[in-house]
């Protein structure tokens, strides 16, 4: 059982996961174990069953999903009838009003929706991946100069569920920097792999860039990819201006991350979100919510 807090009721809430009999097969039962070590973390798998997603076939997957984990198909920009495949609907975007953003420049807002860590004063070589589990920055974007500029910042790191929103945005105005890419596994970023699995982030395949923000300082983007995510999408065009709230990518179908690092002194996360962090619990947020103000 997983239990994530909720801002709004200020209440702890029981998350549903998409297929939670398969995960806890594939990372507790010894069978479930050995058969993802030897298939399931590979490309192959995600390749396949994301080749199936993108088929006709895949639309009848649809409406249950829907009903299983009640998603709101009243803020979607697209109706039931419109996607041409489950993962034409899984990336589905939003109606521009369903996910509002304060123009005040010294706010934090999320990249995504998810459920977020966050860590503040981090050491780079020793970033929280579960509580007794360690990976470092350098190890994560493999690169130690840049990883080095991060000592003692800050670590988001917002965990998406194949129920969630799944494209992400920038969280405020500047210039994004080339990608770059990382070839890796494809474990499950469900709590239950991450306890099971060392320095899972710095094993699975991801991205990243800097991103040069007006505000908050050099941001390092990651986007995280897992079981059945076979592709990221990244629609930013380099060294073009962006604005807060525009678009970077989006995931295919399954539960992703997006990881965040912020240079020391840029800004304070907000409260709550770092209590709950400290109690172990991840916060639910919206792409677009605020969730920090600028350090002065």
């Given at each position: 059982?997983?239990?994530?807090?909720?801002?709004?009721?200020?209440?702890y809430?029981?998350?549903?996961?998409?297929?939670?009999?398969?995960?806890?097969w594939?990372?507790?039962?010894?069978?479930?174990?050995?058969?993802?070590?030897?298939?399931?973390?590979?490309?192959?798998?995600?390749?396949?069953?994301?080749?199936?997603?993108?088929?006709?076939?895949?639309?009848?997957?649809?409406?249950?999903?829907?009903?299983?984990?009640?998603?709101?198909?009243?803020?979607s920009s697209?109706?039931?009838?419109?996607?041409?495949?489950?993962?034409?609907?899984?990336?589905?975007?939003?109606?521009?009003?369903?996910?509002p953003?304060s123009?005040?420049?010294?706010?934090?807002?999320?990249?995504?929706?998810?459920?977020?860590?966050?860590?503040?004063?981090?050491?780079?070589?020793?970033?929280?991946?579960?509580?007794?589990?360690?990976?470092?920055?350098?190890?994560?974007?493999?690169?130690?100069?840049?990883?080095?500029?991060?000592?003692?910042?800050?670590?988001?790191?917002?965990?998406?569920?194949?129920?969630?929103?799944?494209?992400?945005?920038?969280?405020d105005?500047?210039?994004?920097?080339?990608?770059?890419?990382?070839?890796?596994?494809?474990?499950?970023?469900?709590?239950?792999?991450?306890?099971?699995?060392?320095k899972?982030?710095?094993?699975n395949?991801?991205?990243?860039?800097?991103?040069?923000?007006?505000?908050?300082?050099?941001?390092?983007?990651?986007?995280?990819?897992a079981?059945c995510?076979?592709?990221?999408?990244?629609?930013?065009?380099?060294?073009?201006k962006?604005f807060?709230?525009?678009?970077?990518?989006?995931?295919?179908?399954?539960?992703?991350?997006?990881?965040?690092?912020?240079?020391?002194?840029?800004?304070?996360?907000?409260?709550?979100?770092?209590?709950?962090?400290?109690?172990?619990?991840?916060?639910?947020?919206?792409?677009?919510?605020s969730?920090?103000?600028?350090?002065?």
């Amino acid at each position: 059982m997983i239990q994530v807090y909720n801002r709004r009721t200020k209440k702890y809430e029981v998350e549903k996961v998409a297929g939670e009999g398969y995960i806890k097969w594939s990372y507790e039962s010894p069978i479930g174990k050995n058969f993802t070590e030897l298939f399931i973390k590979r490309k192959l798998f995600s390749k396949l069953y994301g080749a199936y997603c993108d088929t006709k076939l895949s639309i009848k997957k649809i409406p249950k999903f829907i009903e299983d984990f009640n998603i709101d198909m009243n803020i979607s920009s697209n109706s039931i009838n419109d996607f041409k495949s489950f993962n034409d609907f899984f990336v589905r975007t939003l109606k521009d009003d369903a996910r509002p953003i304060s123009n005040d420049k010294d706010l934090l807002v999320s990249p995504g929706d998810g459920r977020l860590f966050a860590y503040e004063n981090i050491s780079i070589n020793k970033l929280i991946q579960v509580k007794g589990i360690h990976y470092s920055l350098s190890e994560l974007i493999g690169d130690d100069e840049i990883a080095k500029e991060y000592e003692g910042g800050i670590c988001l790191v917002l965990r998406l569920c194949p129920t969630d929103y799944h494209r992400f945005h920038f969280v405020d105005d500047g210039v994004p920097l080339e990608n770059h890419f990382i070839n890796g596994n494809y474990y499950s970023v469900n709590p239950v792999a991450l306890e099971r699995i060392p320095k899972l982030y710095c094993q699975n395949k991801r991205e990243w860039s800097l991103f040069k923000s007006d505000n908050f300082g050099d941001i390092i983007h990651i986007e995280v990819g897992a079981t059945c995510v076979g592709t990221i999408i990244q629609t930013y065009k380099p060294n073009k201006k962006v604005f807060k709230g525009q678009e970077k990518g989006y995931f295919k179908f399954g539960g992703s991350t997006t990881i965040l690092l912020l240079k020391k002194d840029t800004v304070k996360i907000d409260e709550d979100i770092l209590t709950q962090t400290k109690l172990g619990f991840e916060t639910m947020v919206l792409m677009g919510e605020s969730i920090g103000k600028k350090y002065y």
